[in-house]
């Protein structure tokens, strides 16, 4: 999706440094790893940062970036046509050996993508057709003490991966400064989410850059940027459209940009590069061993957020609601890609569960900006 004329990322005070390292930061990463750095992939929501941290990694959280058609169509032909354009962006970018620099390619298990992304990967590791290794972080979603069990053990198994990939270990210590460097994003990016629903709080555009420089740079590199921009904000407009924002997560800072170009506030969003990162941090003291603190990961993990591909339809509803509330958003909009069904299905129940105009942009509309801003123009007019 393209942003709307006239729409900009560069604007007064801190945002235009936190968008410009928003902009640049998997190229900033690959010139770290290149540089020797441990940078360590990530795919999706469920792998705990903290602890590719420990493991003596630099977790890097791999954003899908738009690609030539033809890189793109490679990696079609590999996983298949009816697979998220998330998952086909990020097979492009490792067939074409752009992240070749990383350490290795972390993949959760959080949708038939993610699971077709490292199987495919996997194998043409195996065969020698790419350079980049790759390991499943096979969590599971199910309120049980046997799903913790193996939620357990499958991070444990990813920490023997990164160590072997780093050359680190896992101790006291290390344990100790990853949670103290994720105890301090969280709170700076606690602070930026409070902060959203008043009306001199950050724009959604600002949020998620946030939220994207903080899993993809290292802290003393993103914090002070995202800080930066809460201590300048840029006004928002005073008849702007508080929205709660649902459905696939976007590629990119386009559709964010669309919609506040369009007179829209993104005041919450329930997608795995937004507020729901937040839910997922670990809370108390730094655990000791790494036994204690996948458990600690597991269990947060575990009682974040609902995600579509993981959760219920109620709990989905429930969650849309309680945000709807908590920022005061007075309308919601839901945009699912085609071959992402799993927001969709949910969508219905998260309407009526909300109490505010909605509106559904599904399938190829999803990636057209004309059909999202007559969306938000039927919003406007019901709101």
């Given at each position: 999706m393209n942003a709307a004329p006239g729409s900009t990322v560069d604007a007064p005070g801190g945002l235009t440094g936190l968008a410009a390292?928003?902009?640049?930061?998997?190229?900033?990463?690959?010139?770290r790893a290149a540089g020797g750095a441990p940078v360590v992939g990530v795919v999706g929501r469920d792998v705990p940062a903290a602890l590719v941290a420990a493991a003596g990694g630099e977790p890097f959280r791999v954003p899908p970036r738009e690609r030539a058609a033809a890189e793109v169509a490679v990696a079609a032909e590999h996983l298949g046509g009816a697979v998220d354009r998330a998952a086909l962006l990020v097979a492009a970018a490792v067939l074409a050996g752009e992240l070749d620099p990383l350490r290795g390619l972390l993949i959760a298990h959080d949708g038939e993508g993610s699971v077709r992304l490292h199987a495919v990967l996997h194998e043409l590791h195996r065969r020698g057709r790419t350079t980049l290794p790759?390991?499943?972080?096979?969590?599971?979603?199910?309120?049980?003490?046997?799903t913790v069990r193996f939620n357990v053990q499958q991070v444990l198994s990813m920490l023997r991966t990164v160590e072997a990939w780093t050359g680190g270990a896992v101790d006291e210590g290390s344990l100790a400064d990853a949670w103290a460097q994720q105890q301090r994003t969280t709170a700076v990016l606690r602070d930026l989410h409070d902060r959203r629903p008043h009306p001199a709080g950050p724009g959604g555009t600002v949020a998620l850059h946030a939220y994207g420089l903080a899993a993809g740079a290292p802290g003393a590199e993103a914090l002070p940027a995202i800080e930066a921009a809460l201590a300048r904000p840029v006004p928002r407009r005073a008849d702007g459209l508080p929205l709660w924002l649902t459905g696939s997560a976007p590629v990119g800072d386009d559709l964010y940009r669309l919609l506040e170009s369009a007179g829209a506030v993104v005041v919450g969003e329930d997608h795995d590069w937004g507020d729901p990162v937040l839910t997922d941090a670990p809370a108390g003291p730094a655990p000791r061993t790494r036994e204690a603190a996948a458990e600690v990961a597991v269990r947060a993990r575990l009682v974040g957020a609902p995600a579509a591909a993981t959760s219920t339809m109620a709990a989905r509803a429930a969650a849309t609601a309680a945000g709807v509330a908590r920022t005061g958003a007075r309308a919601l909009l839901a945009v699912v890609r085609e071959h992402d069904d799993a927001p969709a299905w949910d969508y219905s129940r998260q309407r009526a569960a909300a109490g505010v105009p909605a509106?559904?942009?599904?399938?190829?509309?999803?990636?057209?900006?004309?059909?999202?801003?007559?969306?938000?123009?039927?919003?406007?007019?019901s709101a």
């Open positions: 390292r928003y902009a640049t930061r998997t190229s900033a990463a690959l010139q790759v390991h499943l972080v096979d969590q599971v979603h199910l309120p049980r003490e046997s509106a559904l942009v599904r399938g190829a509309a999803a990636d057209d900006p004309q059909a999202v801003l007559d969306a938000l123009a039927v919003l406007r007019r």
